[in-house]
């Protein structure tokens, strides 16, 4: 079920909570995880000129970033 912030995946937040205190016991899973994703979802923009697929893409790459504390500007 989809959180209520938007949250989807098949980890919970947590898991990237633990990940991102380096407390996981398998800190990579998440994280190559949503490279996966965002590698497919760019390739389907770039194929198929798709903003949806885009749409997502930076939506969740902002995501994967604020996790890690990547700023914006």
């Known amino acids: 079920m989809q959180a209520a912030d938007g949250y989807l995946s098949a980890f919970p937040q947590t898991e990237f909570a ?18 996966k994703l965002l590698a497919g979802l760019l390739a389907h923009h770039e194929l198929w000129n798709s903003t949806a697929a885009l749409g997502v893409a930076t ?3 902002l995501g994967v970033g604020v996790g890690v504390g990547v ?3």
């Open 59 to 61: 939506r969740l790459g």
């Open 18 to 35: 633990q990940t991102e205190q380096l407390l996981s016991r398998h800190p990579a899973v998440p994280y190559y995880v949503m490279h």
């Open 71 to 73: 700023g914006l500007g």
